[in-house]
């Protein structure tokens, strides 16, 4: 389980997050189950974000951080793509405007299911966080696993790179203004160290030209 609460200048603007893995150990759950429990969770903490994701495009945590903090920011702009936060969380996943997409690539799917394995997300304020949790683990017999997101392959480095249409050329740009050294075949651990943080930032540009989307400017 990760927990990090988030702290700004706008007290307002403050959230908790709550992210964790779990096994469950039922058969009988349908993703209609799981969603009704979700949906009556969020009418209860109406503020709060409650969202089962698929983690197969998730870069690492931070990927997961900055989603939520564009998806507060349009709600507190009063600029969303979506009219649930939930959703929105979905969209900044996936750097992408189209719902269908981002549910597609990020929503929980039937063979997240079959296999008993529950990625899932809750952001509310630092009161609430663990009552939520502890409401949505009610509902599961359940086995908490391990994170990989720490877990650095040139296979998942190139799955994600495609996924968000990010070119080398881009990449090698910015590797070359920190290090003046270009992706290769032969990477070492610490250039696929840089090379991911360089596809985080890369990302989280993505979100930040998505959310731009919806501001007007007069």
Do not use: W
Not at 109 to 115: M, R, T
């Amino acid at each position: 389980m990760i927990r990090k609460n988030f702290v700004f200048s706008d007290p307002d603007f403050n959230y908790s997050v709550l992210i964790n893995k779990i096994m469950i150990k039922q058969n009988e759950l349908s993703l209609d189950v799981l969603f009704k429990i979700m949906e009556d969770l969020q009418k209860i903490y109406e503020n709060s974000i409650i969202q089962f994701f698929n983690d197969f495009n998730v870069l690492n945590e931070k990927h997961i951080f900055n989603s939520i903090y564009f998806t507060r920011k349009a709600f507190n702009k009063n600029i969303p793509i979506s009219n649930k936060q939930s959703i929105e969380f979905l969209l900044y996943l996936s750097a992408k405007r189209q719902i269908k997409i981002a549910i597609e690539s990020f929503g929980l799917k039937k063979e997240d299911l079959k296999k008993g394995i529950l990625n899932y997300c809750i952001v509310s304020n630092n009161d609430d966080l663990n009552q939520i949790n502890q409401e949505l683990l009610e509902n599961f017999y359940f086995e908490e696993l391990k994170f990989d997101y720490e877990k650095k392959t040139i296979e998942k480095y190139n799955r994600i790179k495609s996924f968000y249409d990010l070119a080398d050329e881009q990449i090698n740009t910015i590797l070359n203004s920190i290090s003046n050294k270009k992706t290769n075949d032969n990477l070492e651990k610490d250039n696929i160290n840089r090379l991911y943080e360089v596809l985080n930032d890369l990302i989280c540009e993505k979100m930040a030209l998505l959310s731009l989307e919806g501001v007007k400017f007069e």
